[in-house]
């Protein structure tokens, strides 16, 4: 069974930065698209970011645009996603996925979700 664990929140100050990193288990992330997700308190879970499988190619939403950034090490396996110059509408649990629809929705993605990760940004 595919189990994804994503690590790396914390409680941060407005304008400093994390990465957030996804261990994907029991699933070749090689050939899915890789996306980060992110659900704040009394919200629906949202697109944040995504990397191609095939071309590498990235796609944000335009709340985090210029200021996060996505990667993938499929020899590892991992999913990263670097966020800079973090703001308080950030706060949220944040999670990732493997997707074969681009963009990636969170309704279609392919494996049970993980626990998150929880980024706090204070103002």
């Known amino acids: 069974q595919v189990q994804l664990l994503e690590f790396g929140g914390g409680l941060v100050r407005h304008g400093e930065s994390l990465r957030l990193s996804c261990a994907s288990s029991?699933?070749?992330?090689?050939?899915?698209?890789m996306a980060w997700f992110r659900r704040a308190p009394g919200t629906e879970r949202e697109f944040v970011a995504a990397v191609d499988w095939s071309t590498g190619s990235t796609l944000y939403a335009d709340s985090v645009k210029g200021r996060f950034a996505i990667s993938r090490d499929n020899a590892k396996n991992m999913v990263y996603l670097q966020m800079n110059s973090l703001k308080p509408e950030d706060t949220a649990v944040y999670y990732c996925n493997s997707a074969d629809d681009w963009p990636p929705r969170p309704s279609l993605v392919l494996d049970p979700w993980g626990q998150g990760t929880q980024v706090t940004v204070s103002s």
């Open positions: 029991g699933r070749t992330i090689s050939q899915h698209h």
